[in-house]
Nanobody, 126 residues
Framework: QVQLVESGGGSVQAGGSLRLSCAASAYRYSSNCWGWFRQAPGKEREGVASVHTDGTTRYADSVKGRFTISHDNAENTLYLQMNSLQPEDTAMYYC????????????????????WGQGTQVTVSS
């Protein structure tokens, strides 16, 4: 069983930046799909970005050009660099992983990700 521990959340003003991290305790060398998801109060959880071990990335339209996902295999840590943050980016952010897969599922296929972190809060004020 893998443990995922997120960090890096906080409060920023609109236009600011944050970098989220997610340290994984296992599955360092397997073919995996890593993802970031978020859930705002009163809304459903949504996919933000994903990255496969082979480097293939996907982004939600709402974050394209502002967010960058990456996975450091040596550290087995997932990152999400968030620039030009807007109030609508305010949410609890979760990392997740789907292991032993040749490609990432669509971001909307949230149920296919079997392992989740506890979340880190991001708040953007206007």
């Amino acid at each position: 069983q893998v443990q995922l521990v997120e960090s890096g959340g906080g409060s920023v003003q609109a236009g600011g930046s944050l970098r989220l991290s997610c340290a994984a305790s296992a599955y360092r060398y397997s073919s995996n799909c890593w993802g970031w998801f978020r859930q705002a109060p009163g809304k459903e959880r949504e996919g933000v970005a994903s990255v496969h071990t082979d480097g293939t990335t996907r982004y939600a339209d709402s974050v394209k050009g502002r967010f960058t996902i990456s996975h450091d295999n040596a550290e087995n840590t997932l990152y999400l660099q968030m620039n030009s943050l807007q109030p609508e980016d305010t949410a609890m952010y979760y990392c997740a992983v789907r292991v032993y897969v040749s490609r990432c599922p669509l971001l909307g296929q949230i149920g296919l990700f079997g392992h989740w972190g506890q979340g880190t809060q991001v708040t953007v004020s206007s």
